[in-house]
DNA sequence: ACAGCGCCCTTGACAGTGTCAAGCCCCAGA
DNA sequence: TCTGGGGCTTGACACTGTCAAGGGCGCTGT
């Protein structure tokens, strides 16, 4: 397999996270790990922060697709809310490393990588379709306000999902919400789970349940 | 001015975040900044992570009485809901250097630092406390289940409350919601007031007005 | 056949970091 | 006057990301 030093770096750098934490991440051990020099990742790479870029663009692209799949498979507008929002602690709690650096501007500042921003954006345009289509169903002739977005009542809805999964997410890894589910991974994903129905109930009482 | 070294490293540390974000946190550069040796600091603390254990309670003890604050102006649940919401986003977008240590489990483990702990857990009793007055006041009988804390309603409801102003706090600090209200700080701070009244007619549909 | 080139990677150095180990200065108390 | 110790400094260490240079090796053109 060619080109293989570049895909060990990315796994490497993955694995050192869920193995230590974010704070554990030290390129010269990923290269140590990949068996290789502590300058050979920069031969694919300028620096640190477009590693772990790379790492971000692939997953938001993760998410993206974990997203879309999951909501192809259901049919009622309450369904594909529940199941975006399902998708979203899935994804944090599964592929952790990946969400962390995802939410970190210190670590990887998007402006500076264009191409990984596009892959957020793509996400986020995935979540403004779903909500659209969720409520645009429910809700057949509501208009579309674009002039100023923050009072566009589909972003407002889009933002509060996004907040409340978020929220969760980043509690449970921070283990802010162990002591009432004990911490173990599994008993995070139930306890996720089980409040992402309850939210669901709170965000779109009124959606169509099938 | 005794003693004053010691306060003068916890307040040059926040204000080395809020200048160029926890990135940029040096125990050396706080030292410099405070006219010391780069040792000095560690005169009063055994480590580093204990500095900023320091700082993280002092952060939960503003947001304690912050939201204390807020809620004792109100009466009603529904405001008292809301108050508590605005005081955390408030609390976050103002002080966010706080906020950022107080959330980040690889700068500060506070299974380390009990005292710590101890004020982390007396911001969530509070908490508790204005949740359950809040909605006892609403349904009076309710009962208060304690043997499986993941089925009791009020932590389910602080859950729901917690996550939803925590994401919106962290995603507008991370810079994900900027296109939709522009960056400034002031835009930001009304973006979320604006959001916290929109989430708090979700999570409390029923709750009484005044 | 062979010189030259470019890709892939290594080696070495540098400034920066947090932390360990001493040591220095000065003042209160005996 | 001597002693002890609180408050701080100095120096060293291992570690980090990054800059600069160089080495080996396969392919290409002549």
Redesign the pocket.
């Known amino acids: 397999m060619t080109?293989d030093?570049k895909t060990s770096i990315l796994q490497a750098s993955v694995q050192l996270i869920e193995d230590g934490g974010v704070g554990a991440?030290?390129?010269?051990?990923v290269?140590r790990r990949a068996?290789?020099?502590?300058?050979?990742p920069?031969?694919?790479f300028?620096?640190?922060?477009s590693i772990l870029s790379e790492i971000v663009r692939e997953g938001f692209t993760l998410l993206h697709d974990m997203t879309a799949e999951k909501v192809a498979r259901v049919e009622s507008p309450a369904a594909m809310i529940e199941a975006m929002g399902l998708a979203y602690v899935e994804f944090a709690l599964r592929h952790s490393a990946y969400f962390q650096l995802m939410f970190r501007s210190e670590l990887v500042n998007l402006n500076r990588h264009p191409e990984t921003k596009a892959a957020a954006d793509r996400t986020f345009e995935l979540v403004i379709d779903i909500v659209t289509r969720a409520y645009g169903a429910a809700e057949p002739g509501a208009p579309r306000a674009s002039a100023e977005d923050g009072e566009d009542p589909v972003i407002r809805r889009v933002i509060a999902c996004w907040s409340m999964v978020h929220g969760l997410s980043h509690l449970l890894l921070e283990g802010k919400l162990d002591r009432h589910h004990g911490g173990s991974p599994e008993a995070r994903l139930d306890a996720a789970r089980a409040l992402v129905s309850v939210y669901v109930e709170m965000i779109a009482p009124g959606l169509p349940q099938r």
Chains 1, 2 share one sequence.
């Not at 300028?46 to 922060?49: K, S, T, V, W």
């Open positions: 080109d030093l991440l030290s390129m010269r051990e290269a068996g290789v020099s502590h300058q050979a920069y031969h694919y300028p620096d640190r922060e």
